[in-house]
């Protein structure tokens, strides 16, 4: 096991978070468990055991089972520190290559987003010097070279692991904690999106660092690590041009305004011709010129899959979804779509529908946006005397 494989990627969920078990609540957030770190745990206990019997088995899962506590109190740090700037924490889910904080959203204020991030690291500090002053105590002489994770002690070797989730997830390059200080600081000088940008082309640099390095001592974790690394900054990256490309711009001047609507009496089996018919697979429901839901193509499929293709929408629309107002801030409606997992979002004004938001739509509003940022300017008239 390498323990320089610790990546942190709080606020970023690089891959959902199936085949989980959850563990408990804390603090109030859930706990889970990812399977392939049972498969990890059984494989290291089941290797250790067939070459060096079961008491070093057990010392080793104990090992991993310490230190994982310390990479869920890392966690911690960042979600408590997310919930003092009242961002809540969906869940921590623990896989073999680290932790994950799934945070509702990073803070977008430079100062809160350097605390949030330094406060992991932070513990693994408070928790090295915890297990250094008992080792100062004890007066347990220094081990030469803890070669392998049983020589020198529990104790030592996860001092010597916090050190280097300290280093690690210091180092300044996203998805890592380093690359979220390092954007902040930045973003205190200069705008969000250059401070990204910049923070985003160090990490890449860094990335093509760690392949040669990897490739020049043949040290494969490396590799794996530029990878994250590279996937971390142009994500991070794009976000941020997006941001930057939304910012100013008001829900009223990307909603869809031309678009059908059914009534609650329509039946599944009209809203399939709706659908096969036209551009539209999802719909609002309005009654009496009052928005009342939305029937999206996936509900319509599982209203036919439970048998009666006559049933009407009213029984099957979706009553409690999110809406937004036409003066919001459409980087923020575009948080709240994405986070809805809805194809749109109902644009309410005094309780009346006056138009839809669409993820395709905010991507059109971008890329007209973005070809205007990048005109090229007119060369300047001719001066005449
Ligand atoms: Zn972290």
Not at 146 to 167: F, S, T, Y
Not at 172 to 195: E, H, T
Not at 225 to 248: K, P, T, Y
Not at 304 to 319: D, K, S
């Amino acid at each position: 096991m390498d323990e320089a494989a610790f990546p942190c990627r709080s606020g970023s969920v690089l891959f959902t978070m199936k085949w989980s078990l959850k563990l408990g609540r804390l603090w109030g957030i859930d706990v889970y468990l990812h399977v392939t770190f049972l498969l990890f745990l059984s494989w290291v206990g089941y290797a250790t055991y067939a070459a060096m019997g079961v008491g070093a088995a057990l010392s080793i899962l104990f090992l991993i089972v310490s230190l994982f506590s310390c990479v869920l109190l890392h966690e911690y740090g960042h979600a408590l520190t997310a919930r003092r700037y009242g961002i809540g924490t969906a869940d921590i889910t623990l896989l073999p290559i680290g932790g994950v904080a799934r945070l509702e959203r990073m803070p977008s204020n430079p100062k809160q987003e350097l605390l949030v991030a330094v406060a992991g690291p932070a513990v693994n500090v408070v928790i090295a010097a915890v297990i250094g002053i008992i080792l100062l105590f004890r007066g347990d002489p220094i081990p030469r070279q803890p070669a392998n994770l049983l020589e020198g002690g529990i104790l030592w070797n996860l001092l010597r692991m916090n050190l280097v989730m300290i280093v690690f997830n210091m180092l300044p390059a996203f998805p890592m904690d380093g690359g979220r200080v390092l954007r902040a600081a930045l973003a205190m000088r200069m705008p969000f999106a250059k401070a990204t940008r910049t923070a985003a082309n160090i990490g890449q640099g860094m990335a093509v660092i760690f392949v040669l390095l990897g490739l020049l001592y043949g040290h494969f974790m490396l590799l794996f690590i530029a990878f994250f690394v590279w996937i971390g900054a142009s994500n991070e990256a794009e976000d941020a041009e997006e941001s930057s490309l939304l910012s100013g711009l008001r829900v009223r001047d990307a909603m869809v305004t031309d678009y059908r609507r059914l009534t609650p009496d329509d039946t599944a089996q009209n809203t399939v011709q709706l659908i096969l018919q036209g551009w539209q697979a999802d719909f609002p429901v309005v009654s009496d010129g009052e928005y009342v839901g939305i029937v999206t193509r996936q509900d319509v499929v599982t209203a036919l899959e439970a048998g009666n293709p006559l049933q009407p929408v009213a029984n099957f629309m979706r009553i409690d979804a999110l809406h937004c107002g036409p003066e919001d801030d459409l980087d923020a409606a575009l948080q709240t779509l994405r986070s809805s997992h809805l194809p749109l979002l109902p644009v309410l004004g005094e309780g009346r529908l006056i138009g839809l938001l669409t993820s395709e739509n905010i991507l059109e509003a971008l890329m007209f946006r973005r070809a205007l940022s990048q005109r090229i300017a007119p060369p300047p008239l001719p001066v005449t005397a």
